[in-house]
Structure formats: structure tokens, C-alpha cells
């Protein structure tokens, strides 16, 4: 049956209309359900608070609600971890990805081997690496194999009320592309065909859309992102904090001394290494000084002379 261009486009709308309304009724009901349980049943106040009572001590163990037992957490963390053994560190570092069934999202690594303190060509590693979630607190808990941990940062985001908004919108999608495929064969006109086909086609990609947007939830709460950063050093950072004033002595002592041997190390090295052109930048500032000073006696006796 061929149903005429108004009455098809009329149709259309009630049907858009009517999957919003359908969202918003089950919200309202399950709102009245949860402020008004006691109506829904038909129990009395009292008797009900009798028979949750008794509901709750017999079945303790009921399943609750998706929202609280299914959550959807994104877990995230970042690691700066140095090492004096660059080398042995991003072998631990690869096996221990591969520990955990993770793999390694992007990678980057740059600079050269450092030989000694005073030397700025350092090699730095920065990776973006994905974990199990389950995996997650472990892998950590081992990241001091890799090297010094000097700073551990996780967060947490949940996209609980996000998801299963997602979810239900799509549900929702369906239902409505469903009712449009049954219009457009009941239709015969090519008006009403191009208007169903246009409709369809904007729901179809909001469907697409929304699913992409689940599956991208689903591997950010599956897989954990670790972004971690190591650095190369000569000696390692003390990390631990003094507690008495004895032990804070001591630490700054050994770090004055410290500084002062690196200065000397860094002094000598200087001095010999540049010696060549320290050499010649001498030999051209004591001529300097010596013409200067001719040129000056020279004046003199001219003046005296004269």
C-alpha cells in the first residue's frame, strides 16, 4: 500500500519524537520507582520496610545495579625513571611489556652515552606504552627494576554515566532505523523514498559514530596508558628524604662535597682540554701588554727629548 507524501513525512517525525519520548518515560519511571518504591508495589510503608528488612538479611547477596558493579574507570600513569645503565634498562624495560602482555604504543630515543658528570650528551628514551588494566598496579609495583623512580603520577577517570549514555543512545538509534526500513517499504513515491533514505542515512552514521566512541571507551578501560620517560645519568639521585638533623647534616655535607669535587673534575678538564687556546689567548694578550708598554715609554722619552 502506497501511503501519500504528508502522511510518510508526518510518520517520520512522530517517530524521532517517539524514541526521545521513550528515553525519557523509562528515565521517569525509574525515578518514581526510586522515590516512591512503596507505591509501585502496592505494600504499605511499614509492611515494606518489613519485608526489604528481612529481603536484605536473606538475600545479602543480590546483584546490584550495572552502574555500581560494572564501572567503566580509564586508568592512566606517567614514570620518570633514571638509569646509569641505559643499555640494560630498555632491555629490562621491553620485557617487562612483554610480562604483562602490553606493547608499546610509540617510542623515541635520542642522544648518546654519557661517560662522565660534566657531560651533556645524554641519552633520553620516551615511551607511551599500553597495560593491562588488571596489570596495571604490578607493572608499577616492578618499575623500579628499570631504574631510580623519581616521580609517579595516576589518574583515574570515570566514564561510567558516559558509556551506558552512549550505550542506551544507540539502543535507542536502532529501534528508530528499524521503524524507518519498515516505512520506506511501505512507500512508492521517489519524494518519499529520498526523504526516508536521507533520514536513514543521518541515523546510520550517528550509529557509527556513537559505536566508535564505545570501542574506544572499551580499549582505554581495557588497556592502561603508561607514559614514561628515562633518562640517562653518571650517578643516580638520592630520593630519600633525611629524617633526623644528624642525617640532614650529613646529607648536605656529602652534597657540598660532591659539588665542589665535580667543580674540580670540571675545572681540570677545562683547563687541560683548552689549553692549547688558553696558550695562545695568553700569548696574545702578554704581547699586547708588552707593545703597549714600549709604545707608552716611547711617548715618554719623545716628551722628554722634546
Known amino acids: ?3 501519500p507524501t504528508p502522511l510518510i513525512i508526518l510518520l517520520t517525525v512522530l517517530i ?4 526521545c519520548g521513550a528515553n525519557n518515560e523509562s528515565s521517569s519511571n525509574k525515578n518514581m520507582e526510586m522515590a516512591h518504591p512503596e507505591s509501585i508495589n502496592g505494600i504499605a510503608p511499614d509492611a515494606k520496610q518489613e519485608t526489604t528488612a528481612s529481603r536484605n538479611n536473606t538475600d545479602g547477596n543480590k546483584e546490584q545495579s550495572p552502574l555500581l558493579t560494572n564501572r567503566k574507570l ?12 641505559f643499555d640494560e634498562s630498555i632491555k629490562i624495560l621491553d620485557t617487562s611489556i612483554k610480562k604483562f602482555n602490553g606493547y608499546i604504543e610509540a617510542s623515541n630515543i ?3 652515552p654519557v661517560h662522565e658528570e660534566y657531560s651533556k650528551a645524554i641519552r633520553s628514551a620516551s615511551y607511551t606504552i599500553r597495560i593491562p588494566a588488571s596489570s596495571l598496579d604490578q ?14 603520577t595516576i589518574n583515574t577517570d570515570d566514564v561510567t554515566n558516559q558509556y551506558f549514555d552512549t550505550e542506551a543512545r544507540i539502543t535507542s538509534l536502532k529501534i528508530q532505523e ?10 512508492g513515491t521517489l519524494k518519499d523514498i529520498i526523504e526516508l533514505e536521507k533520514e536513514l542515512s543521518s541515523v546510520r552514521y550517528e550509529i557509527e559514530t556513537l559505536t566508535t566512541t564505545l570501542q574506544r571507551y572499551d580499549s582505554l578501560v581495557e588497556y592502561s596508558t603508561i607514559h614514561l620517560t628515562l633518562v640517562e645519568v653518571a650517578s643516580l639521585t638520592d630520593t630519600s628524604q633525611p629524617n633526623t638533623v644528624s642525617e640532614r647534616i650529613t646529607h648536605t655535607f656529602k652534597s657540598n662535597i ?5 667543580w674540580i673534575k670540571n675545572a681540570t678538564v677545562f683547563f687541560i682540554g683548552n689549553s692549547p687556546i688558553l696558550l695562545l689567548i695568553c700569548g696574545i694578550i702578554t704581547a699586547g701588554i708588552l707593545i703597549i708598554r714600549k709604545l707608552i715609554k716611547k ?8
Open 1 to 3: 500500500m502506497k501511503l
Open 16 to 19: 524521532t519524537l517517539a524514541g
Open 74 to 85: 580509564i586508568k592512566n600513569a606517567v614514570l620518570s625513571i633514571e638509569t646509569t645503565n
Open 110 to 112: 635520542t642522544g648518546t
Open 139 to 152: 607493572y608499577l609495583s616492578d618499575a623500579g627494576d628499570i631504574g631510580n623512580i623519581l616521580s609517579k
Open 178 to 187: 528499524q521503524r524507518l526500513l519498515e516505512l520506506l517499504k511501505q512507500t
Open 258 to 262: 660532591n659539588g665542589i669535587w665535580n
Open 299 to 306: 711617548q715618554k722619552n719623545n716628551n722628554i727629548s722634546g
